[in-house]
């Protein structure tokens, strides 16, 4: 039960439901962006119900306690989320609280909970199959762009011929990708909510045989896992409006690092010559160390 949509789940058994449970049912079906950021004390009090009331429906999807109840609820819900919506979440659940406390604690808790549910097979797939690839293409656009700017960045260090997709145009991103061959990979990244156009190219890069890494928030849920060669689930949260993707870039540097020991003599040489580069055309700022004072 608790691998499908809560919010179905809850329409299902309504009609089964008590009296009191159907209100707070109620609720949360027509208020699910509210509900799935209260306590069940504060939903207890809104519907008129006591906290065991609330606490006892969760027993009855199957689950421990309301904490894991009305985080599948939070999961269910985060792709439907439009930012005011967003908005509206975190004067909620961040007013009259310390915000940078609140936030950097859910990274942080993010980055447990992709350690704890990442597949190490599909890393160490992934990581070598970027090593035998021809190409590599990155896919990213709207919040998941930085991310491919910073693949991108890093990867021209250590592979041959990386090419960065993060237009906002379908059309360019075909015309970017219809070369594509068997012997190359498609990095693609997206989560909640997750870009079509982003879906509709990797559709096309499935149906001609590429492998695809997909760094996305979930192998269950996420439409870019259907056609995922290897999954790397990163826990994405949502901070007011925005997308915090702290978990997805940890999983990136770790694939970065991957893929530079396994080419570290190519990648030794790289950077000998970037370093000549840049010392002569004064890149970065040079720092002398001496003994004076």
């Known amino acids: 039960m608790q691998n499908n949509s809560l919010l179905a789940q809850l329409e ?25 950021y209260y306590t069940a004390a504060r939903l207890g009090a809104t519907v008129d119900v006591s906290e065991s009331t609330v606490v006892r429906i969760a027993t009855v999807f ?39 406390t609140k936030v950097l604690t859910a990274d942080k808790k993010a ?9 190490r097979e599909d890393f160490e797939g992934a990581a070598e199959a970027l090593n035998k690839s021809k190409k590599i293409y990155i896919l990213g656009v709207r919040s998941a762009a930085p991310l491919a700017n910073f693949i991108k960045f890093y990867f021209d260090m250590v592979y041959d011929n ?17 070369k594509i061959t068997e012997n190359d990979l498609c990095l693609a990244i997206s989560f909640p909510r997750y870009s079509k156009q982003v879906i509709n190219v990797l559709k096309f890069v499935y149906e001609k045989g590429i492998k695809i890494i997909a760094i996305t928030d979930s192998k269950l849920s996420s439409p870019l896992a259907s056609y995922a060669t290897y999954v790397l689930e990163a826990k994405s949260n949502m901070a007011s409006f925005i997308d915090s993707l702290v978990a997805p870039l940890s999983v990136i540097n770790a694939l970065i690092v991957a893929g530079s020991l396994k080419r570290k003599d190519k990648v030794l040489t790289n950077f000998s010559e970037l370093e000549n580069v840049w010392r002569k ?5 040079l720092y002398e160390v001496n003994g004076d004072e």
């Open 12 to 36: 299902l058994v309504y009609p089964k439901l008590s009296k009191s449970h159907k209100r707070v049912a109620d609720f949360i079906l027509n208020n699910y962006e509210k509900a799935a």
């Open 62 to 100: 199957g689950y421990d306690g309301y904490p894991e109840f009305i985080e599948a609820l939070q999961e269910d819900i985060k792709d439907r989320l439009s930012s005011l919506q967003r908005m509206e979440v975190a004067s909620v659940t961040m007013m009259d609280e310390d915000v940078l």
């Open 111 to 119: 980055i447990s909970t992709t350690l704890k549910n990442i597949s």
């Open 162 to 178: 990386v090419i960065l997709v993060n237009t906002d145009s379908e059309a360019e991103m075909f015309e970017k990708l219809f």
């Open 281 to 285: 055309h004064n890149v970065y700022e």
